[in-house]
């Protein structure tokens, strides 16, 4: 059963694809996600490199868009050259953080840990996981969002809906069995408005997508459309 009374969710992961998510780019995705948000209402996350967070901040501000990091890794401040501890993310002005994206994989404990800081910081967590099983043992450290995208469909174009509807529902019905409250997403492969109308369908509350929006000739149509899509599978 979905929570009730929720908008659906975009969450943009921007990863580190060159041009596309950098510089001029970034921000562009940044206006066109703003845009979305105005004429639809849909929640939009937007996940951008680390060294694109401050002025995607700022091209969003006033904005209901929030912008999360792509990772966070599990260290006090400190002597850690070039890592991030969730302080520094805090500090950056995020609302929130990806954890355990297939491409940047953690440990269950640094996970739990790292879930426990987020909240005592008062950032949302986006929890990430490769299979359904994953997923259910994710949802009961209880971060905000679970992502569940099967890594041999990420990048590929070839989405999840569509190939594989049986991860979507089989990790609802499993994270659904220990965690009520937890919004489910899933991801890989998402690049149209179908895709998305099929993913709320099968039970989730929205999608992660990368390059089917970040490398888009037109990010803004690809997210409008989706945006209005989940409206739509929602309604
Ligand atoms: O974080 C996003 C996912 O890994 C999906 O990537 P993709 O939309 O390029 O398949």
């Not at 800081?117 to 209880?142: F, M, N, Q, S």
């Amino acid at each position: 059963m979905r929570v009730s009374g929720l908008k659906p969710i975009i969450a943009v992961n921007y990863k580190a694809y060159h041009p596309h998510s950098f510089g001029e780019n970034a921000l562009r995705i940044a206006r066109d996600a703003r845009r979305v948000w105005e004429e639809t209402g849909v929640e939009i996350i937007l996940a951008p490199p680390f060294t694109e967070i401050h002025r995607v901040l700022k091209e969003v501000e006033g904005s209901g868009v929030k912008v999360f990091a792509q990772h966070a890794d599990p260290v006090e401040p400190g002597a850690v050259t070039g890592y991030i501890p969730v302080e520094g993310l805090k500090e950056a002005g995020v609302q929130g953080v990806i954890l355990n994206h297939s491409e940047h994989r953690l440990k269950i404990a640094d996970i739990n840990m790292l879930i426990a800081k987020a909240r005592r910081l008062g950032l949302k967590t986006l929890a990430c996981a490769d299979v359904p099983e994953t997923g259910a043992a994710i949802a009961l450290l209880k971060p905000d969002m679970i992502a569940v995208e099967p890594p041999e469909l990420i990048g590929t174009g070839v989405s999840v809906s569509k190939a594989k509807p049986e991860v979507i529902t089989n990790s609802v019905s499993m994270i659904r069995s220990v965690n009520k409250e937890v919004l489910i997403l899933t991801g890989a492969g998402i690049t149209t408005g179908e895709d998305v109308y099929q993913a709320i369908k099968l039970g989730t509350i929205g999608v992660l997508v990368a390059s089917g929006i970040v490398k888009a000739k037109d990010p803004y149509s690809v997210m409008k459309d989706m945006a209005l899509n989940a409206l739509k599978a929602l309604a």
